[in-house]
């Protein structure tokens, strides 16, 4: 026999916002980390949907996103700090557009397997 899903109630928090203040234009980039290998490439930012696996994947992407504006100074100068979004997954929103050409956007960062240090004396 089955026994019958039970009820509960759900309270969520709600808050007003005021959007006025906000640009007007708002430009959105799809961003995707690609994990190579000699043997495959794998897209970072898909995998499973369980919630642990969801919140490890999206912790890597932003450590990533963040070697990715220590590196490339360049598209994300420290003086806008708040001028870009980012979902820790494959959006970015920015204010402005960033200064590549139309089409894909090739970004490389090259990091090292884990338990390789590099050591420069």
């Known amino acids: 026999m089955v026994k019958p899903a039970s009820e509960f109630e759900v309270e969520l928090n709600g808050y007003i916002i005021d959007t006025r203040a906000l640009p007007t234009d708002i430009c959105h980039y799809r961003i995707a980390f690609t994990k190579v290998t000699e043997k495959k490439q794998r897209d970072l930012t898909r995998g499973q949907k ?42 970015l929103y ?5 200064p590549i050409e139309a089409g894909d956007g090739i970004l490389r960062l090259e990091l090292l397997p884990v338990g390789v240090i590099c050591c420069v004396s």
Not at 57 to 80: A, G, H
Not at 94 to 98: G, N, S
Request: aromatic share 12%.
């Open 94 to 98: 920015t204010k402005r557009q960033l």
């Open 50 to 91: 369980q919630d642990f696996a969801v919140q490890l994947r999206r912790r890597v992407c932003m450590s990533l996103f963040n070697t990715l504006m220590k590196k490339n100074e360049q598209l994300f100068p420290k003086s806008e700090k708040f001028a870009f979004i980012y979902d820790c997954g494959n959006s």
